[in-house]
């Protein structure tokens, strides 16, 4: 008997250069952190399978591997995404002020039913911080997006922002 192919999503992470979107990917797939990841080590593309509901899915994660200095990001990045992570770094403001624009990016290119998943990451720099937790909750209520904060280098919550905007997007259908 043949087993049923598992279902695919396609996510993509977007946000400023430095807020970690390389290595939220690295700890979600292969839970590890890279220090001080160049640019030679950045990941372009992985798959993972999880589970939602006894549901077999197939994670397909598209990171922008520094095309985000450039203003470059290209139409068929954002092409049939159902769900996209929009990191900022909860230690530099302005990772935080450049959201809406990210927004912007996102309503022009992507469709208009992608899930949405704001990251506030770095939540292990709490010393450093310059952004509340409040302030994330309040621009994820106003702009109806999920939101969570994490940290790639503990790995706290990085598994539960991907596994939770696939059951936000399994919820949505
Ligand atoms: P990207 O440009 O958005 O892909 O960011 P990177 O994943 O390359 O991360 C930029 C820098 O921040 C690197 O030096 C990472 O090691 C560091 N970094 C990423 N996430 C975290 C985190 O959660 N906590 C800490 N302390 N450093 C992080």
Known sequence: MEMP??????????????????????????KRFQPANGSTT????????????????????????GQETFRS????????????????????RETFNHLASWLEDLSEHAGANVTIMLIGNKCDLARR??????EGVQFAEDHGLYFMETSAKTAQNVEEAFINTAAAIRENI
């Open 73 to 92: 990001i290209t139409r068929s990045y954002y092409r049939d995404s159902a769900g996209a992570l929009l990191v900022y770094d909860i230690t530099r």
């Open 42 to 65: 950045n990941v372009e593309f992985a798959a993972k399978m999880i589970t939602i509901n006894d549901e077999p899915i197939k994670l397909k994660i598209w990171d922008t591997v």
């Open 5 to 30: 192919r598992p279902s695919t999503l396609k996510y993509i992470i977007i946000g400023d250069t430095g807020v970690g979107k390389s290595s939220l990917l690295l700890q979600f797939t292969e």
């Open 129 to 134: 911080r310059a952004v509340s937790t409040e």
